[in-house]
């Protein structure tokens, strides 16, 4: 069996779950589309504490570049050459499911920011907010995959994304920290020292 056809076959297993069930859907479109706001949450918790400013910073800037940079030019590039596919529902018929738009499905937004802002908690040692954002990553992943908006390998192919874009980010850590800590010296007048650096080993 290809991939394409397992990951067919698996997406159409968990669409078949709400496909017939306005309500449970309904359950599932909430989460699958409303998870992924605690972000802001996140960020503005993190800017109020002084030793997590620059922490907020750094993700809130490389969550924007792996969401639209990375996630848009690999989709731009599936789709220019091979076309790929729309979304599940698309399949059913259906030209339009709760606002979504049955174009581009490949690869998932949503998968690639929540993995990114996950793995970049753990990196900086926000343990409780890593672990909520495991969890939220996990929820909204396998619902967006039930409620008919993306295909396994969307998801997957948005995890890779944003496992890329955290990579990237610790190549650059130190680097953007100095930055940060010169623009906001220079801001505020004041030297800047973050008090606990993540360790990079």
Do not use: C
């Amino acid at each position: 069996m290809s991939l394409l056809a397992l990951d067919q076959n698996l997406t159409e297993s968990l669409y078949s779950l709400t496909r017939d069930n306005i309500g449970l859907q309904r359950v599932v479109y909430d989460v699958a589309t409303y998870l992924i706001f605690l972000l802001p949450l996140l960020l503005v918790t993190l800017v109020i504490k002084p030793n997590t400013r620059f922490v907020a910073a750094k993700i809130f800037g490389a969550t924007v570049i792996t969401w639209q940079v990375f996630n848009k030019l690999v989709g731009e590039f599936f789709y220019t050459q091979y076309g790929f596919r729309d979304r599940p529902f698309a399949f059913g018929g259906l030209r339009e499911l709760l606002f979504e738009q049955p174009q581009k499905s490949f690869p998932s937004d949503h998968a690639a920011v929540l993995l990114f802002v996950t793995l970049s908690l753990f990196y900086y040692r926000q343990k409780t907010w890593a672990w909520v954002f495991l969890v939220i990553t996990v929820l909204s992943s396998l619902a967006r995959v039930t409620v008919g908006f993306h295909w396994v390998g969307d998801i997957f192919g948005g995890w890779l994304i944003g496992a890329i874009g955290f990579g990237l980010l610790v190549i650059i850590d130190r680097p953007l920290q100095a930055f940060l800590e010169k623009i906001w010296s220079f801001i505020t007048r004041k030297s800047y020292k973050l008090p606990d650096e993540p360790e990079t080993s």
